[in-house]
């Protein structure tokens, strides 16, 4: 069983920048896809963006599409989330999470097998 640890959050202003990482036990080639979620308080857990593990296709949530990034560097088991311009609505504590098994992306929780504790992100003034 993989384990999955995030790092990265932070408090920063609205405009402003961060990258998260996601640091696996092992390597993440062995699974079909990762994914990056987040979750603000008194609301459901949401899919951010997704990469595939054999192809490297990305996928994005339209709340996050053009300011967010993700990518992976499979030498280091870690996959990031590059997340700029910043707004308010982002604020949410990020988990990154893996499956097993998959055919086509998916950035619906229940579908993931695997999940990280989780990194704060708020954005401020």
């Known amino acids: 069983q993989v384990q999955l640890v995030e790092s990265g959050g932070g408090l920063v202003q609205p405009g402003g920048s961060l990258r998260l990482s996601c640091a696996a036990s092992g390597s993440l080639l062995d699974y079909y896809e990762t994914g990056w979620f987040r979750q603000a308080p008194g609301k459901e857990r949401e899919g951010v963006s997704c990469i595939n593990s054999s192809d490297g296709s990305t996928h994005y949530s339209d709340s996050v599409k053009g300011r967010f990034t993700i990518s992976r560097d499979n030498a280091k088991n870690t996959v990031y989330l590059q997340m700029n311009s910043l707004k308010p609505e982002d604020t949410a504590v990020y988990y990154c999470?893996?499956?097993?098994?998959?055919?086509?992306?998916?950035?619906?929780?229940?579908?993931?097998?695997?999940w990280g504790r989780g990194t704060q992100v708020t954005v401020s003034s």
């Open positions: 999470a893996t499956r097993t098994i998959g055919y086509y992306f998916s950035l619906q929780p229940d579908e993931y097998d695997f």
